[in-house]
């Protein structure tokens, strides 16, 4: 999903519209501008409406049935999903509706979060390291759908200057596993926390 997000939509997207940012939508997420695609469970919907599945092909065929050509936004970031064009697709279905449901909670709480400090903001998905996030007075907030330094989906925070306790566990701040945060609420509860912690040290 990762590859599919930075090679056929984030890419296509700074190519046509000079932006990599993606948004979460009911059961995916989706580009911010031309082209129009998104994804929804296991599969990709086009512009004209095509469903495509996301597995049996390679990025590159995916793309073309898009109407796109694939390949990741160029010159903007090194680190990224590793996927070549060349490589196939082979997105599990139960893993998608887990990842989604992350991003869906984190793209609540974070506006939650957003309104509660007087902003109102959408959550932007970055295609590089796949993390949904805002920023509000120099510190990012998050969810992560996992990377090197947490192989699984995890919130976050991380201020732009190093903060000191044992709340940050973490080189670049604070982070606890989704699968740690499972009840309602406490996904909010470590937002706000996080929120208190870095104003408090800041």
């Known amino acids: 999903m990762h590859g599919v ?16 940012r993606l948004r979460v939508v009911a059961g995916g997420f989706a580009t911010v501008s031309t082209p129009d695609l998104r994804v929804d469970g296991d599969s990709l919907v086009t512009e004209t409406g095509d ?3 996301l597995h049996g ?17 160029e010159g903007l970031y090194h680190d990224g999903s590793g996927a070549d064009p060349s490589e196939s697709v082979d997105v599990d279905a139960d ?18 979060l957003a309104s509660a400090s007087g902003q ?4 932007v998905l970055w295609p590089e390291h796949f993390d949904l996030g805002i920023t509000l007075d120099e510190v990012n907030y998050g969810v992560s759908l996992g990377d090197s ?20 566990n973490m080189p670049f ?5 989704m699968a740690d945060l499972g009840e309602a609420g406490d996904l909010a509860a470590f937002l706000e926390e996080g929120r208190r912690r870095a104003g408090d040290a800041g």
């Open 5 to 20: 997000a930075e090679l056929i939509m984030a890419g296509p997207q700074y190519r046509m519209s000079d932006t990599i």
């Open 51 to 53: 469903v495509l599945p």
């Open 57 to 73: 092909v390679t990025y590159a065929a995916l793309a073309e049935a898009a109407g796109v050509a694939a390949g990741a936004p």
């Open 95 to 112: 893993a998608a509706a887990h990842l989604e449901h992350c991003l869906a909670r984190g793209d609540t709480e974070l506006r939650r």
């Open 120 to 123: 109102e903001m959408a959550p």
């Open 149 to 168: 330094a947490i192989g699984e989906p995890y919130a976050y925070v991380g201020p732009w200057r190093p903060r000191e306790g044992d709340f940050w």
């Open 173 to 177: 701040g604070a982070a606890r596993r």
